[in-house]
Every structure is written in structure tokens, then in C-alpha cells.
């Protein structure tokens, strides 16, 4: 993990595979700081599935990209939809149209 650049003020923090495991990176940040972050994850659905957790496990606010097969991208197959947890339960979201950034809590 490596610090980037900054975004709207604060530090920006990427990581990747070559930069290293971003718990590993979470694990070494002390409480303060730790409350500071909010992870904005793509990549594989298990990748996002794992950040999620991580997420969860940390109390920290996480938006995931979903990548899904799209026939038609506009809204109208229906090919593209996932499940998602809302207020009112569950439902089925096209990434095409409604995403395809979700909060991570919602879809995992
Ligand atoms: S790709 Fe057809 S509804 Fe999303």
C-alpha cells in the first residue's frame, strides 16, 4: 500500500497486489486513524466479497464496483441484476443502470 495522492483534502491511500494486502495495511494504523478511512474497492466479486468483510470487521464505510456481464447495458434484460440487501429487504439491482457502485454492506 502506498500513499498516492490526495482526494478532496485527504491522503489517498491505493493499494494493489504489487503494493501489498490492504488488512496487513489497516492492521498497522492506529484507532484514530483507522476511523479516518473508507475503502472504495473493484475487482473480482471474491476480492470485493473479502474487502466487504473487512470492512465490516473494521466498522468502516466501504462502496464496492461491480463488474458484471452486460447484454444490453441500458436497463432492459435484466442480465446484469444482483442482489441486494435495501430498508425494505431484499431486491434485485441492474448494475448497468442502478450501480455499479453499491455500498459493499448492501451487496454482501
Ligand atoms: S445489462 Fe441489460 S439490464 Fe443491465
Not at 489517498?12 to 484507532?31: C, F, M, N, S
Amino acid at each position: 500500500m502506498k500513499r498516492s495522492g490526495r482526494l478532496l483534502g485527504d491522503d489517498l491511500i491505493q493499494t494493489t497486489t504489487a503494493t501489498g494486502q490492504v488488512v496487513e495495511r489497516l492492521a498497522t494504523l492506529d484507532e484514530r486513524s483507522r476511523s479516518e478511512v473508507e475503502i472504495y474497492a473493484c475487482g473480482p466479486m471474491a476480492m470485493l466479497a473479502a474487502t466487504a468483510r473487512l470492512a465490516r470487521e473494521f466498522d468502516l464505510p466501504c462502496q464496492v464496483a461491480l463488474e458484471e456481464l452486460m447484454a444490453c447495458a441500458t436497463g432492459g434484460c435484466a442480465g446484469c441484476a444482483v442482489r441486494v440487501q435495501t430498508p425494505d429487504g431484499p431486491a434485485m439491482k441492474k448494475v448497468c443502470v442502478e450501480g455499479p457502485v453499491f455500498d459493499a454492506a448492501q451487496v454482501f
